[in-house]
């Protein structure tokens, strides 16, 4: 444990202006946390590689705690708040039935403004401080606001092998204790406003969707690159100045009916089916072309794998090739790159990679026959 407080020590002083002092106190705490998990995990003690594993959560917790400390006091928790929001978003949904986006927002305000409360009591014990401890420099409360993260999606075992986050689950149960009577007020409340509320849309959860799907290190392979494959998907459409798609598809990744995206977003149905279409348009290229390695990996249909065809399939694909998608097909299958390809068949790099999405169309089409 020494060894790795050392490590986690050195790399926090190197990425901050914290106090040796306070670095040395972080440190030590987070590698208390990691050893303490460790020790707990049979599918780590089983690895064979306990201390790799110590390394690699020690360095994802001083990550956390860096990006914290980067973003300061005040927008660290900003960050925070909008990422826990993201999460419980869904699960704030009361017994008495359909609220308004509005009373929502002010739920979840309530909801979280508890849960910190008990996040810094379990803080507190897990890190054996003392009852009145409070985070007195930037370091103390990035550590803490990483700590809260970690704690909100950490997973809490339930029965017939299923587990849930610990933040949702107390969601859930925020819910299901609110009085009907409390939601009447809370939407006469919101209805009776002074006309000097902030505008709404910059306080809606996919705006820090990204924040959410941050996974833990030693989350499944197909769940990392699940969440890889959305933050490339967002990023390509903001790039393309698709911001309205780009709400639309974090608002369908939160599984919101499609009343309530057109209510959020301020669209007729004829404007949001417009905006579905549009937003499929850019799926498709994004899949088939400028991402293309990147989505079938995660659809286990790259190269490696035939596109993800069966025998069958791939002999049909090479019947339906010219001889020249024949030989583009096997130079990507060797590996080169699309300068190099393009060389050897002659002609431009966009013509090779308007080629290859016509590729990848027609073997998604016989995948999908």
């Not at 900003?78 to 993201?86: G, I, K, N, P, Q």
């Not at 803490?144 to 704690?151: I, L, N, Q, T």
């Not at 639309?248 to 279409?277: C, K, M, N, V, W």
């Amino acid at each position: 444990m020494a060894a790795l407080s050392e490590q986690l020590f050195q790399e926090l002083r190197q990425a901050t202006a914290a106090s040796e002092r306070d670095c040395r106190a972080t440190a030590e705490r987070l590698s208390q946390e990691v050893q303490r998990i460790c020790n707990e995990s049979q599918r780590i003690q089983d690895s064979g590689d306990v201390e790799g594993w110590a390394m690699t959560l020690g360095r994802h917790r001083v990550a956390q705690c860096v990006k914290y400390y980067r973003l300061g006091s005040s927008q660290g928790r900003v960050e925070l708040h909008s990422t826990l929001s993201a999460i419980v978003y869904r699960y704030i949904t009361p017994k008495s039935g359909t609220v308004s986006y509005q009373t929502r927002l002010q739920l979840i305000e309530d909801f979280l403004q508890g849960f910190y409360g008990e996040t810094f009591k379990v803080f507190r014990r897990e890190n054996v401080l003392s009852p009145d401890f409070q985070p007195r420099t930037l370091m103390e409360l990035a550590e803490y606001m990483a700590f809260s993260e970690r704690y909100g999606k950490r997973r809490i075992s339930l029965p017939r092998g299923r587990s849930q986050q610990i933040v949702i689950l107390r969601a859930q149960t925020f819910s299901q204790q609110q009085p009907p009577e409390t939601l009447v007020d809370l939407e006469q409340a919101m209805e009776s406003g002074n006309g000097e509320a902030d505008d709404l849309r910059e306080l809606l959860p996919y705006q820090r969707l990204r924040e959410s799907l941050v996974t833990d290190p030693d989350a499944l392979p197909e769940e990392v690159l699940r969440n890889r494959v959305v933050e490339a998907l967002l990023a390509y459409l903001k790039e393309r100045n698709q911001e309205d798609c780009a709400d639309y598809f974090t608002l369908r990744l939160l599984d919101l009916p499609t009343g309530e995206i057109e209510a959020i977003l301020s669209l007729t149905p004829r404007q949001r089916d417009y905006l579905q279409q549009r937003f499929k348009y850019h799926l498709i290229r994004f899949a088939l072309s400028h991402h293309w390695e990147l989505v079938h990996e995660w659809l286990e249909a790259d190269l490696h794998r035939n596109l993800g065809l069966t025998p069958h399939q791939w002999e049909r694909l090479q019947e339906t090739l010219s001889e020249r998608q024949r030989k583009l097909l096997a130079l990507k299958q060797e590996g080169l790159g699309e300068s190099e390809i393009s060389q050897r068949l002659g002609g431009t790099v966009i013509q090779v990679q308007k080629q290859w999405s016509k590729l990848l169309e027609q073997a998604w089409e016989i995948r999908n026959l």
